[in-house]
């Protein structure tokens, strides 16, 4: 992890942050690739900079900071910042979709 941010204060749905775009995050380096994890809720990083993770490790909860509408994770995935597509057991991520969670 080479970036975080862990203090904004979650918002009232429908009233967007607009001076701070992802809120709370975490931003993971993955062999180059620059994974940002978006809309954290306040305080909830359970992660330090400079931390290794592992497959299934809790990083933080979702939250509703930044310029959010609702409570939702933002993932974005990016090579050079170049944004690249992304996929979850296969299926291509879409704007909006919506994901199971350990089967539920």
């Known amino acids: 992890m080479d970036a975080l941010e862990n203090q904004r204060p ?9 001076q701070h775009q992802p809120g709370n995050y975490v931003r993971l380096n993955c062999g180059g690739k620059m994974i940002l994890l978006a809309h954290l ?3 909830s990083v359970v992660v330090s900079l400079g931390e290794r993770f ?3 490790q809790l990083i933080a909860e979702v939250g509703n900071s ?4 609702e409570p939702h994770l933002h993932v ?4 050079n910042g170049m944004e690249l597509a992304i996929s979850f057991d296969g299926r291509p991520a879409l704007i909006n979709a919506l ?5 539920k």
């Open 10 to 18: 979650d918002t009232i749905p429908g009233q967007p942050d607009l």
């Open 41 to 43: 809720r306040q305080g």
């Open 54 to 56: 592992f497959s299934g």
């Open 66 to 69: 930044g310029n959010s509408l």
């Open 76 to 79: 974005d995935v990016a090579d």
């Open 99 to 103: 994901f199971s969670v350990n089967g």
